[in-house]
């Protein structure tokens, strides 16, 4: 079986900071398969991600993701690499306001050509696979030609996850998605995300600081807040 991402012995210091924020000596996630990552506000939940997704190079240490050795890498390299095999759902979406809810979701497929072409495969157009994951997403059509900046919080966060899904990844890594939703609408985008994710084989990789979601993944990792002052 293949392996989504793995780690050994990650430090990952911030410059100026006396100690690590993020400390994990092993992690390895089957590929298909989800994981949750908890911890309080300031446990280094964002700047694990950014590792694993190579946006940041730890200070000691390796990560893999699809079994490439990515830290190893050029910047430029690993942004490529990203493109082409990661969807991010951001905790703000960072959706592009001015463009429709459609364009949004196509523009993974217009970034990388293996996304474009993995899309192609399935639907006949960009557009018609935009929509086919505006719809499992459960996002009403009427607002599907809407610039992103008139939809609520709730409908951006579908949008994201549409746009995430586009092309079909290996990877998905979602940071604290849901902490703008009521609790109905928590449980539907759970529901939904995790069952798309399993459509496509995707590997799921979620950060949340309410550890009552831990019942949707496989694995979970609880991190730890430490303080500077704790530690002295
Ligand atoms: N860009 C940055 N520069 C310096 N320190 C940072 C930066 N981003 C986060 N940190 C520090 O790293 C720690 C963990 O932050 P973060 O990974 O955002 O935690 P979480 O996502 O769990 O809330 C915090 O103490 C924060 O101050
Ligand atoms: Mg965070």
Known sequence: MSTAVSLQALRYRWP?????TVAVDDLSLPQGESLFVQ?????????????????????????????QPISQWSGRRRDRFRADHLGYIFQQ???????????????????STRRH??????????????????????????LWRAPVSRLSVGQ??????????????????????????????VENFMQVLTEQCRSIGASLIFVSHD????QWFDHQL???????????
């Open 93 to 111: 979406f960072n959706l592009l306001p001015y463009l429709t809810v459609l364009a949004n979701v196509e523009l993974p497929a217009r970034l």
């Open 16 to 20: 100026g900071s006396s100690r690590p």
């Open 39 to 67: 911890g309080p506000s300031g446990s280094g939940k964002s700047t694990l991600l950014n590792l694993l997704a190579g946006v940041l190079v730890p200070t000691e240490g390796e990560v893999q993701m699809l079994e």
């Open 211 to 214: 550890r009552r979601l831990a």
């Open 117 to 142: 072409e993995q899309t192609l495969a399935q639907q006949n157009s960009l557009t018609a696979a935009a929509e086919h994951w505006l719809r499992r997403l459960q996002l009403p059509e009427s």
């Open 156 to 185: 951006q966060q579908r949008v994201a996850a549409a746009r995430a899904l586009m092309g079909s990844p290996e990877l998905i890594i979602a940071d604290e998605p849901t902490s703008a939703l009521d609790e109905d609408n």
């Open 222 to 232: 609880v991190l730890t807040a430490h303080t500077e002052e704790a530690d002295a």
